[in-house]
């Protein structure tokens, strides 16, 4: 008969299944409260637990079929209390002393909060980015360690000069120095350096 074994632990579930992929036996013993969220018995690989897009569908497919390891393919399974959870699923084939295709064993791990939480903070993100480009003035924002973290369109229009080089993750001080070469700042000072020094000082410290 068709069977696999699941242990779960912290999300993580163990399987074990034969030729036709379908689960039909779990552990309930060694199952943990999430676990009882999800249930795989009678399920199917690439039927009942399958990725969302045809397209990842039939990459599954190609892979099941030619019998390869299967590498962190996303997929959906409904749980027990009629909703969907997500599994990363990974698993290696396994042969017989013939060398006779007889399943698989690996790992189902439900990432549904993990995913729901970068969910949340990418449509943050994009609130966020909607609010900046929002505002009528230019605006930059840098981080701790002055690097760039956000900027709006108006922003980059206004400084053209660095229109190229501004992205996330960019320096201050580069900003600067590249402003500087264009002659967009004309300070009194002796030296070029003088200049960078005296303005990286004022970007730090604003108030004083």
Request: proline letters at 3%; charged letters at 30%; hydrophobic letters at 40%.
């Given at each position: 008969?068709?069977?696999?074994?699941?242990?779960?632990?912290?999300?993580?579930?163990i399987y074990s299944v034969d030729a036709s992929r379908?689960?039909?036996r779990v552990n309930d013993d060694e199952a943990t409260?999430?676990?009882?969220?999800?249930?795989?018995?009678?399920?199917?690989?690439?039927?009942?637990?399958?990725?969302?897009?045809?397209?990842?569908?039939?990459?599954?497919?190609?892979?099941?079929?030619?019998?390869?390891?299967?590498?962190?393919?996303?997929?959906?399974?409904?749980?027990?209390?009629?909703?969907?959870?997500?599994?990363?699923?990974?698993?290696?084939?396994?042969?017989?002393?013939?060398?006779?295709?007889?399943?698989?064993?690996?790992?189902?791990?439900?990432?549904t909060e993990v995913l729901a939480v970068q969910d949340?903070?990418?449509?943050?993100?994009?609130?966020?980015?909607?609010?900046?480009?929002?505002?009528?003035?230019?605006?930059?924002?840098?981080?701790?360690?002055?690097?760039?973290?956000?900027?709006?369109?108006?922003?980059?229009?206004?400084?053209?000069?660095?229109?190229?080089?501004?992205?996330?993750?960019?320096?201050?001080?580069?900003?600067?120095?590249?402003?500087?070469?264009?002659?967009?700042?004309?300070?009194?000072?002796?030296?070029?350096?003088?200049?960078?020094?005296?303005?990286?000082?004022?970007?730090?410290?604003?108030?004083?």
């Open positions: 008969d068709s069977c696999v074994t699941i242990v779960a632990k912290r999300g993580v579930y379908i689960v039909v409260e999430g676990a009882m969220r999800l249930d795989f018995q009678g399920k199917r690989l690439l039927g009942d637990i399958a990725p969302d897009s045809e397209a990842d569908i039939a990459a599954c497919r190609e892979i099941l079929q030619s019998q390869q390891a299967i590498r962190h393919k996303l997929c959906s399974i409904g749980d027990t209390l009629g909703g969907k959870r997500r599994v990363a699923v990974n698993g290696l084939p396994r042969f017989d002393s013939h060398a006779n295709f007889i399943g698989y064993r690996g790992t189902f791990t439900d990432l949340r903070a990418e449509r943050a993100e994009v609130l966020l980015r909607d609010a900046i480009e929002a505002i009528p003035d230019a605006l930059i924002l840098y981080d701790a360690a002055d690097k760039v973290a956000l900027f709006n369109d108006r922003h980059r229009k206004m400084f053209p000069s660095v229109s190229d080089i501004l992205a996330p993750g960019v320096s201050y001080e580069e900003i600067l120095r590249r402003q500087i070469s264009s002659g967009q700042f004309q300070d009194n000072l002796e030296s070029r350096e003088e200049t960078i020094a005296a303005r990286l000082q004022a970007h730090k410290n604003p108030s004083a």
